[in-house]
């Protein structure tokens, strides 16, 4: 009977031994559907954080208290989330449709839900992405007869609120100006909200209290170096007490300058070279206002342009430097009442709905200036709207003068780091 009895058991342990290894993997099947659908999951998640993070500081930025600010944020901010990735990198969120607008609110200061625009100091980016699809834990749902408890998609949910907060540092253009006699920020250094400055146009000397200069922002004197801070991406990092440097004559700025507006020479484009959302110009041949001549916001005097209106509304229709049409010379024509005055530059461009302005444009011609003291010091930062393009170098460029750059109701949203007691403003996030 021994030998029959170890017999038996020899033959029961393979047996044995399947069922083992059955209930084993049947286990190790469920760590891997864990692992592999949740950390699908967890990828979605962040990249749709990501787009709404971006969602959030894009529309922030537009939160100046004007008028159309909340639809500008809803634009800026739909297109920043949009161009983000969401779900294993798809282009097109998987098919489940990308961020809509509707998905932005906004909030004021205590925290409040609001729709009016010089109210709005929040913006919140909130969004479910449905349809993340759950292939193994589905699976091991069906296999085990509890498909309720492991359907075939989830849905992941992000949301972001951004606002703007005083800056480290930040990204001027090379431009400075000097407080009048008995200016102070107290009294906006003796300057009026809407008046236009001009920018002091010949090289190599200082302005003049209550004047404009070209300043180079990394304290050197180089020309060349001036046109490149004026570019797109230009020099970021300008502090309080930075001591800038005076530039020789200029050869190079009116390219820089001018991309702002969407005039372009050769094969310069605004694909590559971002327009302002607007290039309709401001000069005293089309906008007759007197002092202070508030081009930015204000009425068309008697006597300015048949098309003239203010760059609040030329920026919703998105309206080139020839309004609604792409004619250089047109152009040059409505801005300087010249057709020539434009000939180095050959092309515009395209305005209105379904054009580049729209397409390709940023806020950029609303921009930081420093305010310096006569050693060239860094003492604050303004907000400036830049009037026309320049027909060369060694043309005259004017601004508009629109106040503090570190006040909630500063049209200007620049660049720069978070995180300082009295800089401008730049979009941070909160949540």
């Known amino acids: 009977m021994i030998p029959h009895t170890r017999y038996a058991v020899h033959q029961r342990q393979p047996g044995a031994v399947i069922l083992t290894v059955c209930f084993l993997l049947f286990f190790l099947l469920g760590f891997v559907a864990i692992a592999f659908d949740l950390g699908r999951l967890f990828i979605v998640k962040t990249e749709l954080q990501t787009a709404m993070d971006s969602c959030a500081l894009a529309a922030a930025q537009e939160l100046d208290g004007q008028s159309g600010s909340l639809a500008r944020a809803r634009r800026a901010g739909t297109t920043a989330a949009n161009l983000n990735r969401v779900n294993l990198q798809s282009a097109n969120w998987d098919g489940q449709g990308q961020f809509p607008d509707t998905g932005i609110s906004f909030r004021d200061a205590a925290y409040t839900p609001t729709g009016t625009p010089a109210s709005a100091r929040y913006a919140q980016c909130e969004h479910r992405q449905n349809g993340v699809r759950m292939w193994l834990l589905h699976a091991l749902g069906a296999f085990t007869g509890n498909s309720a408890a492991h359907p075939a998609t989830r849905a992941v949910l992000a949301s972001a609120v951004a606002t703007r907060g005083s800056a480290q540092s930040t990204c001027p253009i090379p431009v400075a100006v000097k407080a009048r006699i008995g200016g102070s920020a107290?009294?906006?250094?003796?300057?009026?909200?809407?008046?236009?400055?001009?920018?002091?146009?010949?090289?190599?000397?200082?302005?003049?209290?209550?004047?404009?200069?070209?300043?180079?922002?990394?304290?050197?004197?180089?020309?060349?170096?001036?046109?490149?801070?004026?570019?797109?991406?230009?020099?970021?990092?300008?502090?309080?007490?930075?001591?800038?440097?005076?530039?020789?004559?200029?050869?190079?700025?009116?390219?820089?300058?001018?991309?702002?507006?969407?005039?372009?020479?050769?094969?310069?484009?605004?694909?590559?070279?971002?327009?302002?959302?607007?290039?309709?110009?401001?000069?005293?041949?089309?906008?007759?206002?007197?002092?202070?001549?508030?081009?930015?916001?204000?009425?068309?005097?008697?006597?300015?342009?048949?098309?003239?209106?203010?760059?609040?509304?030329?920026?919703?229709?998105?309206?080139?430097?020839?309004?609604?049409?792409?004619?250089?010379?047109?152009?040059?024509?409505?801005?300087?009442?010249?057709?020539?005055?434009?000939?180095?530059?050959?092309?515009?461009?395209?305005?209105?709905?379904?054009?580049?302005?729209?397409?390709?444009?940023?806020?950029?011609?609303?921009?930081?200036?420093?305010?310096?003291?006569?050693?060239?010091?860094?003492?604050?930062?303004?907000?400036?709207?830049?009037?026309?393009?320049?027909?060369?170098?060694?043309?005259?460029?004017?601004?508009?003068?629109?106040?503090?750059?570190?006040?909630?109701?500063?049209?200007?949203?620049?660049?720069?780091?978070?995180?300082?007691?009295?800089?401008?403003?730049?979009?941070?996030?909160?949540?």
């Not at 490149?228 to 800038?244: F, K, N, S, V």
């Not at 971002?274 to 009425?299: C, E, I, L, M, R």
Request: hydrophobic letters at 35%; proline letters at 7%; one cysteine or more.
């Open 186 to 431: 107290s009294n906006n250094y003796g300057f009026l909200i809407g008046e236009w400055i001009t920018v002091f146009d010949k090289g190599g000397a200082a302005a003049a209290a209550g004047e404009m200069g070209w300043y180079n922002l990394d304290g050197s004197n180089s020309a060349s170096e001036t046109a490149a801070e004026l570019a797109e991406g230009g020099y970021c990092g300008t502090r309080l007490g930075d001591t800038l440097g005076t530039p020789g004559a200029q050869t190079s700025v009116d390219r820089p300058w001018n991309f702002r507006f969407g005039v372009y020479k050769n094969s310069d484009s605004p694909s590559l070279n971002h327009p302002d959302q607007s290039g309709y110009a401001y000069t005293s041949a089309n906008w007759k206002n007197t002092v202070p001549q508030n081009a930015f916001a204000g009425t068309p005097a008697a006597g300015s342009h048949a098309s003239a209106q203010n760059y609040v509304t030329k920026r919703a229709a998105y309206a080139s430097l020839a309004d609604t049409g792409t004619n250089i010379k047109t152009g040059s024509q409505i801005a300087f009442g010249d057709t020539n005055r434009l000939n180095s530059f050959q092309k515009l461009a395209t305005p209105g709905a379904s054009g580049q302005h729209r397409q390709f444009g940023t806020n950029r011609r609303l921009v930081i200036v420093p305010v310096i003291n006569g050693a060239s010091q860094v003492t604050d930062f303004v907000c400036m709207f830049m009037l026309h393009p320049l027909s060369g170098p060694n043309d005259p460029a004017r601004l508009e003068y629109r106040g503090l750059a570190g006040i909630a109701s500063s049209p200007c949203a620049p660049a720069g780091t978070p995180g300082g007691a009295s800089g401008p403003l730049v979009p941070v996030l909160v949540r």
